[in-house]
T-cell receptor, first 113, second 113 residues
Framework: KAGVTQTPRYLIKTRGQQVTLSCSPI?????VSWYQQTPGQGLQFLFE???????NKGNFPGRFSGRQFSNSRSEMNVSTLELGDSALYLC????????????FGPGTRLTVL | AQSVTQLDSHVSVSEGTPVLLRCNYS??????LFWYVQHPNKGLQLLLK????ATLVKGINGFEAEFKKSETSFHLTKPSAHMSDAAEYFC???????????WGAGTKLIIKP
């Protein structure tokens, strides 16, 4: 089985722009979660989608949004980029069940100038 | 509500000595628990998981963890540290109901030669 893939791997944007990141989960996984990782704040949960519905949401402003498609692929969008949005954005997929672990993609490194 | 606390932000040990990374959780039910590892500039990888089958869980690379319900702990141990173990380690608990994963703040493991 192919692992979780994220595109693009690296991205450079300027303040005020918007960005869309993409995540393809492991085949058969219906849950996709997004995380932001920075040296200062560590790993922070953004949101989780399950069967095209947002199931959980972290404490991020409304500039951060996401969606999931019927094939379980997910996108996250950040509008009006700020310097503080520079981070590694990680996507993880998971099959349903309390004991099932998340599998992570390599991440997208976003730099905001 | 579920929560997880990693008691040390940094742990430093000499190569060849035992490793102990501490994790306490709070849960009103019998949780599922995970340890993940992230090596520098690498993605997150599952080390081991507790699924209620056995309280002592063995993982990859010689790590193991013991689930102690009376102490609400899930500490990660390894008998002998290796330089390649230098990484950040995350303790994670699964939330009842919607299976959202609650992440600890992480512990950086430093190995001294």
């Amino acid at each position: 089985k192919a692992g979780v893939t994220q595109t693009p791997r690296y991205l450079i944007k300027t303040r005020g722009q918007q960005v869309t990141l993409s995540c393809s989960p492991i085949s058969g996984h219906r849950s996709v979660s997004w995380y932001q990782q920075t040296p200062g704040q560590g790993l922070q949960f953004l949101f989780e989608y399950f069967s095209e519905t947002q199931r959980n949401k972290g404490n991020f402003p409304g500039r951060f949004s996401g969606r999931q498609f019927s094939n379980s692929r997910s996108e996250m969008n950040v509008s009006t980029l700020e310097l503080g949005d520079s981070a590694l954005y990680l996507c993880a997929s998971r099959s349903q069940g309390a004991y099932n672990e998340q599998f992570f993609g390599p991440g997208t490194r976003l730099t905001v100038l | 509500a579920q929560s997880v606390t990693q008691l040390d932000s940094h742990v430093s040990v000499s190569e060849g000595t035992p490793v102990l990374l501490r994790c306490n959780y709070s849960s009103s039910y019998s949780p599922s628990l995970f340890w993940y590892v992230q090596h520098p500039n690498k993605g997150l990888q599952l080390l081991l998981k507790y699924t209620s089958a056995a309280t002592l869980v063995k993982g990859i690379n010689g790590f193991e963890a013991e689930f102690k319900k009376s102490e609400t702990s899930f500490h990660l141990t390894k008998p002998s540290a290796h330089m390649s173990d230098a990484a950040e380690y995350f303790c994670v608990v699964s939330r009842e109901g919607n299976y959202q994963l609650i992440w600890g703040a992480g512990t950086k493991l430093i190995i001294k030669p």
